[in-house]
């Protein structure tokens, strides 16, 4: 007990609740506290759904204390949100600031904070930027995480958009894109994703002390399981994150069926919660597509697929999805966008291709080569193993922290 209360203290502060690890970013967060955890006493202040609590507390027994923000993310109160702060996005303020506003949250991290006794600051995702300059003030270390470059998927996501939703997109981008300049500026230290997203990073803030530590995934926990007797394509992806959305809906409406016109008996399974109902109609009028939704087991249902197919066209960081396909042994066929981030090279640890006549024709060849298959899916887990496991990613994050702390 003594030892444990001689731990360095760390205030980890984040706009997501952790628990279910339905997304890439809650099992990036989960990991990341697990493991920071081991050297030090690590208190969460989390924004939470109502049901959150009931399910994650226990989970996430590890960590010193873990305080919950009640706030409602379904589409209606996010709107409500964005209608009461449209004066501050008119006067510059991003709506991916406004949507996760609270200020139960601030008082509560400024009395924290007041309080004192912790060693550093944690600010996870750019809508919290600002709460690093409340720790400067109070002479508090801070580690800024960008889980992804804001901007740089908003801008990406303005470019397949048509209309108003272009306009709006063009100028969030470039809202967030002032946001960001000005939050990773006040950071002790920024974590990015990759190196692809440190190097944006610098671009802006070139005197920032910007450390990589990637997305991870637990590898040795994870065994190969027999594939279906079938040619089947799997895709995993929460839909309320507008990337996989945008991918799911590329991939039913121009990429799948040219897959089926080129391989006979082919299947696709879609795994994620939050499917639109035109997209579920999609799905349910095609026999040879299934639509699961969340599943307990996503392990089984990926590692028993032939080939993992991940067509982002939008987003920055890594994808934690490509990561575990590569730890079940399962091929990944994804886009250069969506494999960001990733050291993994073309034809070997993974196949890349970037139009949905590339991705239909990539897909089509994999299915029917399965030594290919094997081969590639050999070399992805080899190469999660050895540089993504999230034993390796938690002794970074740990040596960053420490580092900070220890700057005078």
């Known amino acids: 007990m003594q030892e444990r209360e001689k731990k360095l203290r760390i205030l980890v502060v984040s706009p997501t609740f952790p628990y279910p690890l339905v997304s890439g970013g809650k099992q990036r967060l989960y990991y990341i506290l697990k493991e920071l955890s081991r050297e030090f006493q690590v208190t969460l202040l989390t924004l939470a759904e109502e049901n959150d609590g009931h399910i994650g507390r226990e989970a996430l027994g590890f960590l010193k204390e873990v305080i919950q923000v009640p706030i409602r ?25 406004l949507v996760k506003k609270s200020p139960k949250m601030l008082e509560i991290y400024q009395r924290l904070l007041a309080d004192g006794g912790f060693d550093l600051v944690q600010v996870e995702y750019s809508q919290y930027l600002p709460l690093v300059k409340i720790a400067n003030r109070l002479g508090k270390k801070s580690i800024a995480t960008a889980h992804d470059v804001s901007y740089i998927s908003q801008r990406r996501k303005a470019a397949v958009m048509t209309g108003w939703r272009r306009f709006f ?21 920024i974590v990015a994703m990759s190196e692809n997203d440190r190097s944006e990073i610098l671009q802006l803030v070139s005197e920032a002390a910007v450390d990589v ?13 027999p594939k279906s007797d079938v040619p089947t394509l799997v895709f995993v992806g929460y839909m309320r994150h507008y990337p996989n959305l945008d991918g799911v809906e590329w991939l039913l409406k121009e990429i799948w069926p040219r897959i089926k016109a080129r391989l006979e008996g082919v299947r ?11 997209l579920t109609r999609m799905t349910e ?6 639509y699961l939704g969340f599943v307990d087991d996503v392990d089984e249902v990926v590692g028993t ?11 920055s960081g890594t994808r934690l999805k490509i990561l575990e396909s590569m730890a079940l042994r399962t091929a990944v066929l994804t886009t250069t966008i969506g494999c960001e981030g990733i050291d993994a090279r073309h034809s070997v640890d993974v196949m890349l291709a970037d139009t949905a006549e590339s991705l239909a024709s990539e897909a089509s060849e994999m299915l029917r080569d399965e030594q290919a298959l094997t081969r590639i899916a050999d070399a992805g887990r080899e190469l999660v193993q050895a540089r993504y496991d999230w034993q390796i990613i938690g002794h970074k994050m740990r040596a960053c922290a420490e580092e900070v702390i220890s700057q005078r």
């Open 305 to 315: 697929s032939w080939l993992s197919i991940v067509p982002l066209r939008i987003g």
């Open 169 to 189: 997109w063009r100028r969030e981008a470039e809202l967030m894109r002032r946001f960001e300049l000005t939050g990773w500026r006040s950071a002790s230290r």
């Open 73 to 97: 993310q379904d589409r209606i109160a996010q709107i409500r949100r964005l209608a009461i702060g449209l004066p501050h996005w008119l006067f510059g303020t991003p709506a991916e600031v």
């Open 268 to 278: 696709l399974r879609i795994v994620g919660a939050g499917m639109p109902a035109d």
């Open 213 to 225: 530590v990637p997305n991870g995934v637990e590898v040795t926990s994870r065994r190969s399981y």
């Open 285 to 290: 009028n095609d026999p040879q597509v299934d």
